[in-house]
């Protein structure tokens, strides 16, 4: 019976040179086979994963809004919120770490939706690949899972993933984002392109210096428009590095540009956004929140030497805030403070009048 690819069985009798080209063209095979395999995926740039029946029809009406999720576990009720946003349809999962968890999680656990894929980016290559320019352009929502943004930003941006992320959202299509996933969706963003995470005294020590790496033209969403966005807010201490990140934002920003405003988002928590700006928190811990930074204090300043701001407003979002975007009001804020930082330290906090 013969064998499937390059191997076949042989008569019993064979003359001796028929034995040793037999026993070449077999070698020469699994030559052929072992080389060729690895070419083709390092080619494609890109694993792939799904779950779920990709050609059903979407279930409901697809509406647009912005989840923003701070990267810690997902909150069903927000998840519930952009499955209701895609229809209950398709999601397109990209990534550029781990393999199809997410998709698992969303079609198995918290469930409600037809299909979910993934596809993990090992490259830039992959970023034309018409396999994935064909599932982003039918999906009915987008997921932008967490890990290194910095890959997000070298792999997508100025490629047909990029423009397709826009046009999903301009067409009225939800889109979320977690972690890593959200810190690149603001007009401005920190892009972490030196392979590490700067931490809130390093980056208030040095806000014009070659670590805060500010990056730009990525993105562009009309609801986040002047925004710079931070994730893990809380948990990780991360308020003076977003000080930090708005300072170099807006070095050479235009005089009668407005400001940019900063979005940090709790571990815990996620922002709703709808349509029309309106945003909500969904939080798996009551004290989960977010943080809105008013970057105008934050202009002009000295590009040398730490951070010096001797009164910035911070706003604070809970479950019964509505914060507007990307305008950057706060409807019931939980609290209004103004912050000092002095050489590079916050000095202090008070409320805001």
């Not at 209950?88 to 781990?98: D, E, K, T, Y």
């Not at 967490?146 to 930003?153: K, T």
């Not at 959202?169 to 977690?178: E, F, I, N, S």
């Not at 590490?196 to 609801?223: Q, Y």
């Amino acid at each position: 019976m013969p064998r499937s690819g390059c191997f076949q069985e042989f008569p019993v009798r064979l003359s001796s040179f028929s034995r040793r080209f037999a026993l070449a063209l077999s070698s020469l095979c699994l030559a052929v086979t072992a080389f060729a395999t690895p070419a083709l995926a390092k080619a494609k740039g890109y694993r792939h994963y799904q779950i779920g029946t990709l050609a059903s029809a979407t279930p409901g009406p697809v509406s647009g809004g912005l989840l923003l999720m701070g990267g810690g576990d997902r909150n069903h009720d927000a998840m519930h919120w952009f499955f209701a946003k895609a229809g209950h349809g398709h999601i397109v999962i990209l990534r550029a770490s781990q393999a199809g968890q997410v998709g698992k999680e969303f079609y198995k656990d918290i469930g409600g939706i037809q299909s979910a894929e993934t596809f993990v980016f090992s490259d830039r290559a992959a970023s034309s690949d018409p396999k994935v320019l064909d599932a982003l352009k039918r999906a009915d929502g987008i997921f932008i899972a967490g890990g290194d943004q910095s890959n997000y930003v070298r792999y997508w941006r100025g490629t047909p993933v990029g423009e397709l992320l826009d046009a999903h959202v301009a067409a009225g299509k939800p889109l979320a984002g977690t972690s890593a996933g959200l810190a690149m969706l603001g007009e401005k963003l920190y892009g972490a392109m030196d392979g590490g995470s700067i931490t809130s005294p390093e980056a208030m020590a040095d806000p014009f210096g070659p670590a805060n790496t500010i990056e730009s033209d990525f993105l562009h969403l009309a609801l986040l428009k002047g925004v710079v966005t931070d994730t893990h807010f809380k948990e990780r201490d991360r308020l003076g590095r977003l000080f930090a990140f708005l300072a170099k934002a807006q070095a050479d920003r235009p005089a009668d540009a407005p400001a940019l405003i900063g979005v940090g988002v709790d571990e815990s928590a996620s922002l709703a956004v709808e349509p029309d700006g309106t945003a909500r928190i969904y939080a798996t811990a009551p004290d989960g929140g977010a943080w809105l930074v008013d970057g105008s204090t934050l202009r002009d300043l000295p590009r040398q030497g730490p951070l010096n701001a001797p009164r910035i407003r911070v706003t604070g979002i809970d479950h019964q805030s509505v914060l507007h975007l990307p305008g950057g009001t706060v409807d019931r804020p939980s609290f209004v403070r103004n912050y000092a930082v002095a050489d590079g330290k916050i000095t202090g906090e008070t409320p805001a009048p």
